[in-house]
């Protein structure tokens, strides 16, 4: 198994803001790295696959680089609708892997 | 169109057998490179893969419930079966399916809530 850590666990940002997330894995993964949103009660819907390409229907404020083992979600402008909890999920394992989250929070 | 639904008891017993089935459609579990999987979520707290089965019947589980998940497949009603003994209280989780193909999990069922109580 290969291990995600995603980091911060929360954060608190405004309407407008830039904010960005990071995931590490211990061991490299290549491209094999991808970015989901999760509301409340609702299941993760898919932003970001292959580290960088984004998914149908995705705004292109949303981003993502890295290969390796360091990866990040840029949201460029913070929208209303971007409050959510933000989940990184390496997928070179078979059986793929979780982060532990990041929560968007209104400051 | 690829849709995904979970089926089961919404409420097991301590010590009980978890068994829920996810019924898809839009593709074929026959197809070479796709996989269905098992995600859940307690309360409040991050996603967790339980398990996943192939086109190929290759299965993965998390080694730290490997002992107590079985995933099967019936193909011909497009439907994957996850069983989990020994339900605990912690296992309180909202259970999702989901569809893979090669490193793309992009389609979810709308998960089911399950609690584990006496």
């Known amino acids: 198994d290969i291990p995600v850590t995603q980091s911060p666990s929360s954060l608190s940002a405004s309407v407008g803001d830039r904010v960005t997330i990071t995931c590490r894995t211990s061991q490299s993964i290549s491209t094999f790295l991808n970015w989901y949103q999760q509301k409340p009660g609702k299941a993760p819907k898919l932003l970001i696959y292959?580290?960088?390409t984004l998914h149908s229907g995705v705004p292109s404020r949303f981003s993502g680089s890295g290969s390796g083992t360091d990866f990040s979600l840029t949201i460029t402008s913070l929208q209303p609708e971007d409050f959510a909890t933000y989940y990184c999920q390496q997928s070179y394992s078979s059986l793929p892997i979780f982060g532990g989250g990041t929560k968007v929070e209104i400051k | 169109q690829i849709t995904l639904k979970e089926s089961g008891p919404t409420l097991v017993k301590p010590t009980q057998t978890l068994t829920l089935t996810c019924t898809f459609s839009?593709?074929?579990?026959?197809?070479?490179?796709?996989?269905v999987g098992w995600i859940r979520q307690p309360p409040g707290k991050a996603l967790e893969w339980l398990g996943i089965?192939?086109?190929?019947?290759?299965?993965h589980y998390s080694p730290s419930l490997k002992s107590r998940l079985t995933i099967t497949k019936d193909t011909s009603k497009n439907q994957v079966v996850l069983t989990m003994t020994n339900m605990d209280p912690v296992d309180t989780a909202t259970y999702f399916c989901a569809h893979r193909l090669e490193d793309i999990v992009a389609h979810w069922g709308q998960g089911i809530l399950v609690t584990v109580s006496s």
């Open positions: 089965i192939y086109w190929d019947d290759d299965r």
């Open positions: 292959s580290a960088s």
């Open positions: 839009g593709f074929s579990l026959s197809t070479n490179g796709v996989g």
